[in-house]
């Protein structure tokens, strides 16, 4: 007898993290999906909805409308968005855990979270502190909703993403030089760090929801590969055909910036310098999907990597 797909509803689902869970979903194809968005009527969502995906308005920040958004959905695919919630730790910590008292008012059985580690004692003790006392706010809210949802009783999954190779589009400063030169700048240094695709969170969270009850409990870390700030530019040089260099700031220089939530930023580049969590912490046997490699990445994404250098 036919049994009747589950659906996962998929929060961020216009953004880079959830639309990369809603590609893995539709091309596994078992699975019905359920869009989240605040505008349905945006170009993003009506993509979706062409593309056979249920879209639904709800707001993570108005527990009343996600609990309706998720009502008869199975499965949760949750990212809080730290950016959009005012680079602040108690909005990012209101949206996850008004999203899991929805999905448990809605019955849902299941969730995955976008997650990341709080840094441990010695990294904190070696980061200047921010205005309300935290190190990395944006990683501390999301640890504080793993907390609230391991105690939520709700079954679930947590991921720990890195640094998307996706930034080199949608964030990278290039910045043109007199001798033609492109140079992109941060603290993070010569030294490789974990890095990964949002597609491979996407693939990430179809293989933890082809048998959920396995990975309940469990925290999946999210990596293609470990690889240097100096070799992605030589990367993106080469596959672009542009020449793309690196310049390695100090922690003070690019706190500096114009940005908003500079010293978060400039904490977490920190954490990833100083205490390279999947080496210490989350060996990569213990991820469930690998690459692509950077190289294959840029690949895949030639032309709008160039045409983002050439428009700096
Ligand atoms: N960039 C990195 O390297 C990196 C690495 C690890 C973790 N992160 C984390 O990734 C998170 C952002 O995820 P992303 O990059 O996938 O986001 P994104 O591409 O900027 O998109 C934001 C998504 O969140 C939705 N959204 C924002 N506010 C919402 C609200 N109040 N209610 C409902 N939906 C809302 C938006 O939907 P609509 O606009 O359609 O409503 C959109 O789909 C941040 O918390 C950041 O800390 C980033």
Redesign the pocket.
């Given at each position: 007898m036919a049994t009747t797909p589950k659906t996962v509803v998929v929060?961020?689902?216009?953004?880079?993290?959830?639309?990369g869970v809603v590609d893995a979903l539709l091309l596994a194809g078992n699975k019905k999906v359920r869009a989240?968005?605040?505008?349905a009527s945006?170009q993003?969502?009506k993509d979706l909805a062409a593309r056979g995906v249920e879209v639904v308005e709800?707001?993570?920040?108005d527990t009343a409308s996600l609990t309706k958004a998720f009502t008869g959905a199975n499965e949760l695919f949750l990212?809080?968005?730290?950016?959009?919630?005012g680079f602040s730790y108690d909005n990012?910590l209101k949206?996850g855990t008004n999203a899991i008292d929805a999905a448990k008012e809605a019955g849902v059985d299941f969730v995955v979270f976008?997650y990341?580690e709080q840094p441990p004692k010695d990294v904190q003790d070696g980061l200047p502190r921010l205005e309300d006392g935290r190190t990395v706010a944006?990683f501390e809210s999301?640890h504080d909703i793993g907390e609230y949802l391991a105690k939520s009783g709700l079954p679930f999954t947590l991921l720990i993403?890195?640094?998307?190779y996706?930034?080199m589009i949608?964030?990278t400063m290039y910045q043109k030089q007199t001798d033609g030169s492109y140079v992109f700048s941060n603290n993070l240094g010569n030294e490789p760090h974990g890095a990964h695709s949002?597609g491979t969170i996407g693939q990430t969270v179809a293989a933890v929801l082809e048998d959920p009850q396995k990975y309940n409990g469990k925290t999946i870390p999210v990596v293609g590969e470990q690889i240097s700030q100096p070799e992605m530019a030589q990367i993106v040089s080469d596959v672009t055909g542009k020449n793309v260099k690196y310049h390695a700031m100090s922690d003070e220089q690019f706190a500096s910036l114009p940005m908003p939530a500079a010293q978060d930023l400039t904490n977490m580049f920190a954490y990833y310098r100083k205490w390279n969590y999947y080496d210490q912490l989350r060996p990569l046997s213990e991820r469930l999907v690998s690459g692509p490699t950077f190289k294959e990445w840029a690949e895949a994404h030639r032309e709008v990597l160039k045409s983002k250098i050439e428009s700096s």
């Open positions: 929060t961020g689902a216009t953004g880079a993290q959830g639309g989240i968005t605040r505008n945006s993003k969502a709800a707001d993570l920040n990212v809080t968005d730290f950016y959009g919630a990012e949206q976008s990341l944006h999301k993403t890195c640094m998307f996706d930034n949608t964030f949002v």
